[in-house]
């Protein structure tokens, strides 16, 4: 039985991870959890698997909750997440919060020798070679929970063997739309991804296809492949959940019907497969037809923002991350409008001056100033 710990367990992949856990409860128990504001679901959570440690994110909310659990250890803040990503007897820790705040929990636990489900994307896409040379030290699993980036997992085998990474998007909701139209796209046509449920910030990151941009980051420092090695390929039914390409010409894919239960079920259970919430098999006949189309970078430039600064390196990636959160936040909030997010991202990028071999402490404050100039911009009206 694994012992697991979830760093964002009210939010999308956390829930769906206990989802995983509910169906196979002989094989985990849940001992620690954490949540931002979501003190409603967080205390059903509690009753349901007493855990042994919990985060929030306040103060007041974890005083309320520790009253009321006198059980349950409740901790807070960027302290409480450390705390339970330093639990010695938790065997893999499902880092599943967005933002930058996962990335310091990470560390902790690849230092603690813990193995790493990883749901987090800023956490290699601001610090991927820190992190994945400290997991080789520790020797310490990272293993991926995105759909794209479990497929390469799976399918990957002799890495010398290889010559390509193939990563498949859904093209998102504007896949067919033209210029013109995303220009007046408002949030709710935005938010209106055709095949997968996911939070607000990652949806809108999958309309400007920056959310592929940062899987190919990802994808370079999990994989360890050069970006002129990897490729994006349009597959609106998402199917193909990502591929890889043999010298001999081979192509081996991973194929499932597009559900978050099975790459956050593998990356828990690895090394073994067992029978879990997915029961209904794949249907190649009611498929049909599978579609691959080459992605439209000029329709859709934050990819190709995203080629460049992980070809760039440095605190390049650390800088479009951030200015483009800040967009995407600010597009949410109503203050801009949805093609600004790539204009305000682009015009930061463009005056950066980035710092070549950072270490955790520079990309921490390489983001916060990032993050400082995007909110100047945007109060400007850009």
Avoid at 36 to 48: A, D, F, P, T
Avoid at 310 to 339: D, H, Q, S, W
Avoid at 369 to 375: S, Y
């Amino acid at each position: 039985m694994k012992k697991i710990a979830i760093l964002g367990s009210t939010g999308s992949i956390g829930t769906q991870a206990l989802e995983v856990t509910d169906k196979i409860p002989e094989e985990f128990e849940v001992i620690a959890l954490s949540a931002g504001n979501n003190i409603g679901l967080i205390s059903k959570q509690i009753e349901k698997y007493n855990p042994k440690l919990v985060s929030v994110k306040t103060k007041e909310d974890a005083d309320f909750l520790q009253k009321k659990y006198l059980n349950t250890r409740i901790v807070f803040g960027e302290d409480g997440l450390l705390t339970i990503a330093g639990l010695n007897e938790i065997d893999i820790l499902l880092v599943a919060v967005s933002g930058k705040i996962g990335l310091k929990p990470t560390i902790t636990a690849i230092n603690n020798k813990k193995d790493i489900a990883l749901a987090n994307k800023e956490t290699l896409v601001m610090a991927g070679d820190i992190v994945m040379k400290l997991a080789k030290e520790n020797n310490v699993k990272i293993l991926p929970v995105d759909s794209e980036h479990s497929a390469i997992f799976q399918c990957l085998n002799k890495r010398s063997e290889v010559k390509h990474l193939i990563i498949t998007s859904s093209g998102g909701p504007f896949r067919t739309a033209t210029k013109e139209e995303m220009e007046k796209a408002d949030l709710t046509q935005a938010l209106a991804h055709p095949r997968w449920n996911m939070g607000r910030k990652i949806t809108v990151d999958s309309a400007t296809l920056m959310n592929k941009g940062l899987e190919v980051i990802e994808a370079h420092h999990l994989f360890d492949f050069n970006y002129d090695d990897i490729k994006v390929v349009v597959h609106p039914q998402s199917y193909v959940h990502s591929a890889v390409e043999y010298v001999d010409g081979s192509i081996i894919a991973q194929i499932g019907n597009p559900s978050m239960h099975i790459p956050i079920q593998y990356a828990l259970t690895y090394p073994e497969r067992v029978e879990g919430i997915e029961t209904e098999s794949f249907d190649f006949v009611k498929a049909a037809k599978l579609e691959f189309y080459e992605p439209d970078f000029e329709k859709f430039p934050s990819l190709a923002l995203a080629f460049e600064a992980g070809k760039r390196g440095g605190t390049y990636p650390v800088c479009m991350n951030a200015a483009n959160e800040e967009a995407v936040f600010a597009f949410l909030g109503g203050k801009i409008k949805f093609t600004d997010i790539y204009k305000i991202t682009k015009k930061v990028f463009d005056e950066y001056e980035p710092i070549q071999n950072p270490q955790i402490d520079d990309i921490i404050s390489e983001d916060e100033k990032v993050r400082e100039k995007t909110r100047k911009l945007i109060a400007n009206k850009i």
